[in-house]
T-cell receptor, first 113, second 116 residues
Framework: EPEVTQTPSHQVTQMGQEVILRCVPI?????FYWYRQILGQKVEFLVS????????KSEIFDDQFSVERPDGSNFTLKIRSTKLEDSAMYFC???????????FGSGTQLSVL | QQQVKQSPQSLIVQKGGISIINCAYE??????FPWYQQFPGKGPALLIA?????SEKKEGRFTISFNKSAKQFSLHIMDSQPGDSATYFC???????????????FGTGTQLKVEL
């Protein structure tokens, strides 16, 4: 089965630094998402992206966050100035048009020190 | 209104038994209810999903029961196996009128352990 690929699997950064999390969605998918999961808690929606623009974002997705699809295959999440509370597992997901099935990557564990 | 409440938080079942996880929602605009299975270190994977026009959906050992009037739905795992030990999340979404795909609102998760 095709997979959503995320890199890196682990990222450690200092508070205040910028990080970029990378994702390669499944090739024929048109909707892209970022979710996060703080240790032991539920999975939370951050942002959805369709047709080269943000279609919806949550309250968590403030001005420190941005997403980009720089080319035909990658989808990135940038956190401009990381905070301790940004430490979480970040999941990229994608889906096809007219199909509810959402495919998740294995995640990037972000640790902000 | 956007919340999905899930119980229990953890569950221990003997091999061969039935595992039951329950979820409740408030927002009647939700029209898609998936269950996700997550193993440690992995992303959630879709297990089974239901729409509110049916009361039950079965796929192999997994069944969703849906009660629209009570705004509740549950996952039943028949003949539970040690390999079913994972965290299970219910979720819900609603159709957007415009723009991109539907965001999922997840429940808080249930850690299932199936013992031999």
């Amino acid at each position: 089965e095709p997979e959503v690929t995320q890199t890196p699997s682990h990222q450690v950064t200092q508070m205040g630094q910028e990080v970029i999390l990378r994702c390669v969605p499944i090739s024929n998918h048109l909707y892209f998402y970022w979710y996060r999961q703080i240790l032991g808690q539920k999975v939370e929606f951050l942002v959805s992206f369709y047709n080269n623009e943000i279609s919806e974002k949550s309250e968590i997705f403030d001005d420190q966050f941005s997403v980009e699809r720089p080319d035909g295959s990658n989808f990135t999440l940038k956190i401009r100035s990381t905070k301790l509370e940004d430490s979480a597992m970040y999941f990229c997901a994608s889906k096809q048009l007219n199909n509810e099935k959402l495919f998740f990557g294995s995640g990037t564990q972000l640790s902000v020190l | 209104q956007q919340q999905v409440k899930q119980s229990p938080q953890s569950l221990i079942v003997q091999k061969g038994g039935i595992s039951i996880i329950n979820c409740a929602y408030e927002n009647t605009a939700f029209d898609y209810f998936p269950w996700y299975q997550q193993f440690p270190g992995k992303g959630p994977a879709l297990l089974i999903a239901i729409r509110p026009d049916v009361s039950e959906k079965k796929e192999g050992r997994f069944t969703i029961s849906f009660n629209k009037s009570a705004k509740q739905f549950s996952l039943h795992i028949m003949d539970s196996q040690p390999g079913d030990s994972a965290t299970y999340f219910c979720a819900a979404s609603m159709k957007r009128l415009t723009g991109g795909g539907n965001k999922l609102t997840f429940g808080t998760g249930t850690q299932l352990k199936v013992e031999l």
